[in-house]
């Protein structure tokens, strides 16, 4: 079995992120938004079709500034192992295109901290449950901008209703979402021990 895939979810404050992760991991909707102050990690086992990996998702503040290099990372006294990540996940929130911003400028930052791309980046387009038509042109200016330009994978969810939350794992494994993805499943509550469930 390959080493754990390490995943970070950043986005503007108040997107969603713990949320989406609160309903994949805990099956839990957190309805208060309750800031995240300190760094939290999702530890899991993703059974997807013939492949079975190990699971790290980091949840942090938000950050203004991605580090530049390792030393920025570890420089600030608390590092949060960003710089070692396989798949950064851009969260914005789909009733406030201002914090689409927010991905396009840490994208920016991501790609340019780095000399290589053993990495992948997701976009995830939270709260569509807010959003009376998901068909406006600036929605789909950022769908065509991600995939087609960017040609990063991207989902639109809602926490709030579990609706896709588990697109974004499969699009993490590699399985686009659209096409025909095999069935997976997590089990697994911060600080319990690891689960794997296989469907
Ligand atoms: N309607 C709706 N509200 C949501 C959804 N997801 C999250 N929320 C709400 O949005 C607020 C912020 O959610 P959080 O998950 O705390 O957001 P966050 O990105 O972790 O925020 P910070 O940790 O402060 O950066 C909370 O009040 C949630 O209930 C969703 O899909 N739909
Ligand atoms: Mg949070």
Redesign the pocket.
């Known amino acids: 079995m390959q080493g754990p895939l390490k995943v970070a979810f950043l ?1 503007a ?7 989406i992760l609160q309903q994949f991991f805990k099956h839990d909707f ?7 102050s300190k760094r939290t990690v999702y530890r899991s086992c993703l059974v997807c079709d013939t492949c079975i990996r190990e699971l790290m998702v980091l949840d942090v ?2 950050q203004k500034y991605f580090p530049i290099d390792n030393l920025a990372e570890w420089n600030n006294g608390n590092p949060l192992g960003l710089r070692t990540v396989h798949t950064y996940v851009l969260v914005y929130d789909m009733g406030n295109l201002d914090t689409f911003q927010y991905c396009r400028n840490m994208r920016d930052q991501i790609l340019e901290s780095f000399n290589h791309r053993d990495f992948k980046i997701m976009v995830v387009g ?2 569509v ?2 959003v009376s038509n998901p068909h406006t042109q600036e929605l789909k200016d950022i769908s065509t901008l991600v995939r087609k330009h960017w040609r990063c994978g991207y989902v639109e969810c ?3 209703h579990n609706y896709k939350i588990g697109d974004i794992f499969k699009e993490m494994m590699g399985y686009p979402v659209g096409g025909t993805a095999p069935k997976l499943e997590f089990s697994q509550s911060i600080g319990s021990k690891n689960r794997c469930t296989i469907l």
Do not use: F
């Open positions: 986005g404050s108040g997107v969603g992120r713990t949320s957190p309805k208060d938004h309750i800031r995240t503040p938000p939270n709260k449950d807010m809602s926490a709030k």
